[in-house]
């Protein structure tokens, strides 16, 4: 069992408006990543950190920003959203990379309106 | 045009049968396939990851198959339940980098 924690995990807000989608894993990971899905479509990865202080941006662009002060921590911020943000946005942590299991969260439902 | 290519997009099947999953990819140089589960609604959860140096894997009722040769992977379900229910989705790892390449998975209805 995952111990990587989500929240909110269903959200409508209006547009314009900023938010903040918290993950937080217990597991000691170094890695996490945040990942963004629609409907029937495939992961793409929209943010990554090695460590703590440590953030990259993945392939898809994203208007999001994240942060990493703590291991455990990986908060993602929409300073101002828009209807096009709207998606599923799945927040991941290994332990390392290779083979290592990917351990996901049970995501955030984003709706803009 | 993802690298990851999935078959069938959809699937149903009634409860108890078998049913086999496809993945073929062409993502270069390879470093390791994985399988994963996700349920609607929910986070993927890890099924299987192989390397190219394996060929079967198997998870419970789950079988990963792999063949590095023609870049096809397949996964297959015995005896299936209606838990088992769900989108199956295979992800690529490339060498030398931290990029994994998804499938849009398979969406798989047990039916009683």
């Known amino acids: 069992e995952a111990d990587i924690y989500q929240t909110p995990r269903y959200l409508v807000i209006g547009t314009g408006k900023k938010i903040t989608l918290e993950c937080s894993q217990t597991?000691?990971?170094?890695?996490m990543y945040w990942y963004q899905q629609d409907p029937g479509m495939e992961l793409h990865l929209i943010h990554y950190?090695?460590?703590?202080?440590?953030?990259e941006k993945g392939d898809l662009s994203s208007e999001s920003t994240v942060s990493r002060i703590r291991t455990e921590h990986f908060p993602l911020t929409l300073e101002s959203a828009r209807p096009s943000h709207t998606s599923q946005y799945l927040c991941?942590?290994?332990?390392?990379?290779?083979?290592?299991?990917?351990?996901f969260g049970e995501g955030s439902w984003l709706t803009v309106v | 045009k993802n690298q990851v290519e999935q078959s069938p997009q959809s699937l149903i099947i009634l409860e108890g049968k078998n049913c086999t999953l496809q993945?073929?990819?062409?993502?270069?140089?390879?470093?390791?396939l994985r399988w994963y589960k996700q349920d609607t609604g929910r986070g993927p959860v890890s099924l299987t990851i192989?390397?190219?140096?394996?060929n079967t894997k198997s998870n419970g009722r789950y079988t990963a198959t792999l063949d590095a040769d023609t870049k096809q992977s397949s996964l297959h379900i015995t005896a299936s339940q209606l838990s088992d229910s769900a989108s199956y989705i295979c992800?690529?790892?490339?060498?030398?980098?931290?990029?994994?390449?998804f499938g849009t998975g398979t969406r798989l209805t047990i039916i009683p």
């Open positions: 991941a942590s290994s332990e390392g990379t290779g083979t290592n299991t990917i351990y």
């Open positions: 597991m000691g990971h170094d890695k």
């Open positions: 950190s090695y460590g703590v202080n440590s953030t």
């Open positions: 993945c073929n990819y062409t993502v270069s140089p390879f470093s390791n």
């Open positions: 192989m390397t190219f140096s394996e």
């Open positions: 992800v690529v790892r490339r060498f030398g980098n931290e990029k994994l390449t």
